[in-house]
């Protein structure tokens, strides 16, 4: 075997163990473990996780390179023995049966120099820990997610306040109870579908009501940054890639848990709505509601 090459590092040294020296063929640049954001459980199986690489000339593939699947590790990218790496990726988290809203991020690698320096003799770098390239995003519910009985919430569109009800794609939806208790988040497909699940009934005293009020909250990429017309010929080109900085050596724990993670914060483009609308619950059921108008500000 021969020392690995690729990314900016160049050619890995044989780094020795107690069998003696040993060539090194590939190091961990980065693994995404999905979570269920209701479960807070591995999501899968079936999800599909690659990186973007852009087209290739002459070629006609996917210009999406999947990731190596390794169970409840999660999906591993690789510094290898043939290629490099660019210094960032678009890491895209996708589930076919629909269980699972896609999302995007852009997020920086560590480079193949600065994994392999703690390998030298004397080391040129500290040890970066698996922890620091780990990517934890939490997926929220889909069209076909398995609800549980007995949970409450809402099947809705969010649409554009037009003649035609124009669905709105990617949108995200915030949910208030009494007193402005947050009680739940969710996103939408690119048909506008969403799925919100409701934990909880706020600051409502016991026994609560069967049926409540909920004021919903949307956002939603800026209609201006696109005109309408029919969908792209890559289903995800409009889905936003959030960026996800890298994390610190050792990771801190705003690193691996974050509002852009659990998918709560605003992305860069979206508006949000000029007004709540209120929508009525009924506790213990999941209820198909009227189509949410998106009017933003």
């Known amino acids: 075997m021969t020392p690995g090459t690729g990314g900016s590092g160049g050619p890995d040294r044989p780094i020795a163990v107690e069998a003696g020296p040993v060539d090194v063929l590939h190091r961990l640049a980065l693994a995404v473990r999905p979570l269920d954001a209701r479960s807070r459980a591995a999501a899968g199986p079936g999800l599909r996780v690659g990186y973007e690489s852009g087209p290739v000339p002459g070629r006609r593939d996917d210009p999406v390179r999947p990731l190596e699947g390794h169970g409840a590790t999660g999906f591993v990218l690789r510094h290898a023995t043939a ?3 660019p210094a960032a990726v678009t890491v895209r988290v996708d589930d076919p049966a629909r ?3 896609p999302r995007r991020f852009r997020i920086p690698l560590w480079t193949r120099a600065e994994l392999s320096g703690a390998d030298e003799r004397p080391p040129t770098a500290p040890h970066v820990p698996a922890a620091s390239r780990l990517l934890i995003p939490w997926l929220l519910p889909g069209p076909a997610y398995p609800v549980p009985p007995g949970t409450t919430g809402l099947r809705l569109r969010v649409v554009r306040p037009d003649a035609a009800a124009t669905p709105v794609r990617w949108p995200r939806v915030d949910a ?3 007193g402005g208790v947050p009680l739940g988040w969710a996103h939408g497909d690119e048909y506008g579908q969403v799925l919100l699940l409701i934990d909880g009934v706020g600051v409502l005293p016991y026994p609560a009501p069967s049926r409540f009020a ?3 909250r949307t956002h939603a990429p800026d209609p201006g940054a696109g005109a309408p017309g ?3 010929a890559d289903l995800f080109a409009d889905l936003v ?3 996800i900085l890298r994390s ?3 990771p801190r724990p705003q690193d691996l848990d974050n509002a852009v993670l659990r998918g709560t914060a605003r992305p860069a483009g979206y508006r949000t709505s000029a007004a709540d609308t209120v929508r009525a619950l009924t506790v213990g059921q999941v209820v198909h509601a009227a189509d949410l108008p998106h009017a933003p500000a």
Request: charged share 15%; no cysteine.
């Open 176 to 178: 208030f109870g009494p």
């Open 230 to 232: 029919d969908p792209p």
């Open 248 to 250: 610190a050596n050792p």
């Open 83 to 85: 290629g490099g790496l």
């Open 99 to 101: 269980r699972w809203i």
């Open 241 to 243: 890639a959030e960026p």
């Open 214 to 216: 909920v004021a919903l």
